[in-house]
C-alpha cells in the first residue's frame, strides 16, 4: 500500500468510524445510561467485529458475495430488519436508573462484535474498505494490515460517543428524561438505516 493510498483509507476510517450510525447511536445510549467504565467491552466488541468482518471479506467472503450478489442485500435487509426490532426495544424499555437498573445491562464484548454482522453500515465499511483499498488479489498480510488498521481508527473515534454519553448522564438524572432520551436514540437509530438506501458497492 503507497503512502496516498495509506492515507486516503485512514481519512475513509476515521470519516466512517465518527460519523453518525447503529454502533455510535447505540454507544452514546449505553455511555448516559450506563456510564464510561460499563460501556468499554461494547465500545471494544464494535472495533473487533469489526476488524474480524474485514478479514472475512478479504479472506472469501467477498469473493462468495461477488458470486451471488443478492446475498448482500439479503444481509443488509435481515440487518436492518434487526435494527428496527431494536430501536423498539429501546424506545419500549424501561428507563434505568442513574446508578442502573437490576435488570439492565450494557453490551457485552462478544454482543458487540456479534452485532456488526448485521449492521448494515458496518458491511458497507468492510466491503469499501477492502475493494476500494486492497489489491484485487490481497495478500494476507495486506489484508491484516488493512483490518488492523481499520480497528485502530474506530476505537478512539467511536469512544467519543461513548464519552459524549457519560458527560450527559448528571443532566438526564431522572427516569422521564431517560425516557425522552431513549426514545430519541431509537428514532435515530431508525434514521441511521440510511445506507440502506444507497447502492450496494462491489465486492472483491
Given at each position: 500500500m503507497t503512502i496516498q493510498l495509506l492515507l486516503a483509507f485512514i481519512t475513509f476510517a476515521f470519516v466512517m468510524s465518527v460519523t453518525p450510525g447503529p454502533n455510535n447511536m447505540m454507544l452514546l445510549a449505553s455511555g448516559v445510561n450506563f456510564g464510561l467504565r460499563r460501556s468499554l467491552p461494547h465500545l471494544l466488541g464494535i472495533s473487533l467485529g469489526l476488524m474480524l468482518m474485514v478479514c472475512a471479506?478479504?479472506?472469501?467472503?467477498?469473493q462468495l458475495l461477488k458470486l451471488y450478489p443478492p446475498l448482500f442485500n439479503i444481509l443488509r435487509y435481515v440487518g436492518g430488519a434487526y435494527l428496527l426490532y431494536l430501536s423498539w426495544r429501546i424506545a419500549t424499555a424501561a428507563a434505568p436508573q442513574v446508578d442502573g437498573a437490576a435488570d439492565a445491562k450494557p453490551f457485552g464484548l462478544l454482543q458487540a462484535a456479534a452485532f456488526q454482522w448485521v449492521n448494515p453500515k458496518a458491511w458497507i465499511m468492510a466491503v469499501a474498505a477492502i475493494t476500494t483499498y486492497?489489491?484485487?488479489?490481497?495478500?494476507?498480510?495486506?489484508?491484516?494490515?488493512?483490518?488492523?488498521?481499520?480497528a485502530l481508527i474506530n476505537y478512539p473515534t467511536c469512544s467519543i460517543w461513548v464519552l459524549a454519553g457519560?458527560?450527559?448522564?448528571r443532566t438526564l438524572n431522572n427516569p422521564r428524561r431517560r425516557r425522552q432520551f431513549n426514545a430519541a436514540m431509537a428514532a435515530l437509530l431508525v434514521l441511521s438505516l440510511y445506507p440502506l438506501l444507497l447502492p450496494a458497492p462491489g465486492v472483491v
Open positions: 471479506m478479504g479472506f472469501g467472503l467477498g486492497a489489491p484485487a488479489q490481497p495478500l494476507w498480510h495486506q489484508v491484516l494490515l488493512i483490518a488492523g488498521l481499520f457519560s458527560l450527559l448522564r
